[in-house]
């Protein structure tokens, strides 16, 4: 195997060690930002559903009461039908995002209570004196439905701690795993850049000394001071073709 074969592998391998870095940095990075981002997607968006629909509902509920205890008018139906909007709208949304345990039972509980708060919604704006109806059913329909909405919110809000600790935890043998793969080819580069340059090095210096030898050996007067094994090995040639009349090849070093 020459020494040009020998050095280009040597420099593959570093670029493999480099590659092998990157590829596994690459990888767990781009796996913690795929978990940071279903994080965001699924329970990130039920937060906001949540929050959103006890929005709608709290619209629905001051319509309502005002219906009850004062003069109704335009202004409370439209805010009704906006708190009636935005619920239901976010409600739809939740339904297809169902993705942690028991998550599924409180949105299946959430859409029979909320049919049966909407049927108590009805019958209260038709009836403008249901002021029984309204603390005896109503009221008690609208925490049952605020409870269950918060059920979705804490469902998911423990998710995203759950999932933020494995998050962390994966963060963590990842810093642990680069560390191992670092130090190993950290040790393989330190071998090579031992191995090469004393391998390259200890060849040049066998072959300028025996030039040394061989040009003493016939009597040629051969003392260069330099520690340059290449150009004691260029000069020593030259002195054997001087002396030897041997021509110099037209060319020059590449």
Not at 127 to 137: C, H, P, T
Request: aromatic residues 12%.
């Amino acid at each position: 195997m020459t020494i040009r074969t020998k050095l280009s592998l040597g420099l593959g391998f570093l670029f493999l060690i480099i590659f092998t870095l990157t590829g596994f940095c690459s990888y767990y990075v781009g796996k913690s930002a795929q978990e940071a981002e279903n994080i965001l997607k699924d329970n990130y968006n039920s937060l906001v559903y949540s929050r959103n629909m006890i929005s709608g509902l709290d619209e629905m509920i001051n319509s309502l009461t005002n219906t009850i205890f004062n003069a109704s008018d335009n202004y409370h139906a439209t805010l009704f039908e906006s708190g009636r909007s935005l619920f239901e709208a976010n409600l739809k949304a939740e339904n297809n995002n169902i993705t942690e345990i028991h998550e599924k039972e409180y949105v299946d509980k959430l859409n029979h209570d909320y049919e049966m708060y909407l049927k108590l919604s009805l019958q209260i704006k038709k009836d403008k004196n249901g002021r029984a109806l309204y603390f005896n059913e109503f009221l008690p329909a609208c925490e049952k439905l605020k409870q269950t909405v918060n059920g979705i919110y804490d469902v998911n809000m423990q998710a995203v701690v759950r999932k933020s600790q494995l998050a962390k935890k994966d963060s963590d043998n990842f810093k642990a795993t680069m560390a191992g793969i670092g130090a190993v080819c950290f040790l393989l580069g330190l071998g090579y850049f031992w191995y090469f340059p004393f391998y390259i090095s200890n060849t040049f210096r066998y072959l300028a000394n025996r030039m040394r030898n061989l040009l003493n050996s016939i009597g040629v007067a051969f003392d260069l001071k330099t520690r340059d094994e290449a150009f004691v090995l260029l000069n020593a040639i030259t002195l054997l073709e001087n002396k030897f009349g041997v021509k110099k090849p037209d060319e020059t070093i590449p």
